[in-house]
């Protein structure tokens, strides 16, 4: 079974320029997570996705942020326009709710830099 | 709010030799989930341990076991007979029960380096 697949693996782009991340998550996985993850940081998560209903998107900077996963299956992570601070990685994880440990099945993620 | 504290930034261990990573989490949920992560260079996070918080019995897989102290808030993982290739970032997370609201977010810590030495 194919794991969670993320594009592209590095980015590199001069600030105030767009950039979008790519997440095909696991089939049949109905959540899905986009993380970001700083350097020597643990995850944190920006947002998440029931389907393709965006439940949980607190931790998003709205002024340049946006995602969507129009179908419930595959999601894109935009920002517009890149930071500085935006240098960083960005995680996708999927999981499919079950009872026990539901644990998150995370993509290689996205290296971005921001020169 | 939640919050994990991993105080350890690195390790180094003998190849063969057991390791603790220590986790403590802070929570006012009674029902919640604490996970063990690897991430490796390669950058993919690795799921390798679950402990409920109902759990009476310490979680275990393989080479890797769970110390959970509850009255403590502690989270402390286990590895037995250290491997070359243990050698990775490792991260506590924990993630609040919610059965009736589906899957929620991981609150992770910051990570230890483990370094595992020939």
């Known amino acids: 079974e194919a794991g969670v697949v993320q594009s592209p693996r590095y980015k590199i782009i001069e600030k105030k320029q767009p950039v979008a991340f790519w997440c095909n998550p696991i089939s049949g996985h109905n959540t899905l997570y986009w993380y970001l993850q700083n350097l020597g940081q643990g995850p944190e998560l920006l947002i998440r996705?029931?389907?393709?209903?965006?439940?949980?998107d607190s931790q998003l900077p709205k002024d340049r942020f946006s995602a969507e996963r129009l179908k419930g299956v595959d999601s894109t992570l935009k920002i517009q326009p890149a930071e500085l601070g935006d240098s960083a990685v960005y995680l996708c994880?999927?999981?499919?709710?079950?009872?026990?440990?539901?644990?998150?099945?995370f993509g290689p993620g996205t290296r971005l830099t921001v020169l | 709010a939640q919050k994990i504290t991993q105080t350890q930034p690195g390790m180094f261990v003998q190849e063969k030799e057991a390791v603790t990573l220590d986790c403590t989490y802070d929570?006012?949920?009674?029902?919640?989930?604490l996970f063990w992560y690897k991430q490796p260079s390669s950058g993919e996070m690795i799921f390798l341990i679950y402990q409920g918080s109902y759990d009476e019995q310490n979680a275990t897989e393989g080479r890797y076991s769970l110390n959970f102290q509850k009255a403590r808030k502690s989270a402390n993982l286990v590895i037995s007979a250290s491997q070359l290739g243990d050698s990775a970032m490792y991260f506590c997370?924990?993630?609040?029960?919610?059965?009736?609201?589906?899957?929620?977010?991981?609150?992770f810590g910051q990570g230890t380096r483990l370094t595992i030495n020939p």
């Open positions: 996705y029931e389907n393709e209903e965006a439940v949980d």
């Open positions: 997370a924990m993630r609040e029960t919610l059965p009736l609201q589906g899957a929620q977010k991981l609150v």
């Open positions: 929570t006012s949920d009674q029902s919640y989930g």
């Open positions: 994880a999927s999981s499919l709710f079950l009872a026990g440990p539901n644990e998150q099945f």
